[in-house]
């Protein structure tokens, strides 16, 4: 069974800048992380992807740079900055405080 987008709409940025927040990181790499992490059950749609960077880096959350590659492609590189690391540290704490809401709303016990 995979994730609908419905159920992660919302959370996009939280994700990208919590995939940024441990090592800088280009679309393609963050998307294979997702998939991995996921069990293969999710993947971002690229559209959805490159838009949240594009908000994230207008809302000074994140940076990019061209990286220097070799080989292949050049490839543009995402870094989260100390904005995006507070923004990060406040979602997540709204996540599990909108986990304990919906789990109380949605199990069987009452």
């Given at each position: ?98 986990k ?10 009452g």
């Amino acid at each position: 069974m995979s994730i609908t987008s419905d159920i992660i709409r919302g959370h996009t940025e939280t994700i990208i800048l919590a995939q940024l927040a441990h090592k800088d990181s280009y679309g393609y790499e963050i998307n294979k992380e997702l998939q991995k992490k996921s069990d293969n059950k999710y993947e971002m749609k690229e559209a959805t992807m490159y838009s949240a960077f594009r908000r994230l880096e207008q809302n000074g959350m994140i940076v990019s740079y061209w990286g220097d590659e070799n080989r292949g492609a050049r490839r543009r590189y995402y870094s989260i900055t100390k904005l995006g690391r507070a923004v990060l540290h406040h979602s997540r704490e709204e996540w599990v405080e909108a986990k304990k809401i919906i789990d109380s709303m949605i199990n069987e016990e009452g």
